[in-house]
Nanobody
């Protein structure tokens, strides 16, 4: 099990940028595939991005491709989500998640450990 703590959320105008961080506890961070999900009010939690254990492979939801970038620093046990060209529809609570699977899973049931979430609000 790994403990995850997100940070970096906030209020930003449309077109702006934010960088989310997710710090993991433990010494086995490099053994986890990491993902970012988001949940808007009244909606189901949805996949945003995932990154492989070594960082060499990534996957993105179509809605964020070309605007968001997921990355990781295994030495710092941290995964990041750089969000550019933000839109009001990106407003949500953003969660990071971890799985020991090698696959870049895109469903919530594919992940075992979750952070508490960080709020991102994009104003128009």
């Amino acid at each position: 099990q790994v403990q995850l703590v997100e940070s970096g959320g906030g209020l930003v105008q449309a077109g702006g940028s934010l960088r989310l961080s997710c710090a993991a506890s433990g010494r086995t961070f490099s053994s986890y595939t990491m993902g970012w999900f988001r949940q808007a009010p009244g909606k189901e939690r949805e996949f945003v991005a995932a990154i492989s254990r070594g960082g060499g492979s990534t996957n993105y939801a179509d809605s964020v491709k070309g605007r968001f970038t997921i990355s990781r620093d295994n030495a710092k046990s941290t995964v990041y989500l750089q969000m550019n060209s933000l839109k009001p529809e990106d407003t949500a609570v953003y969660y990071c998640a971890a799985t020991r699977s090698f696959s870049l899973r895109i469903v919530t049931t594919g992940y075992d450990d979750w952070g508490q979430g960080t709020q991102v609000t994009v104003s128009s």
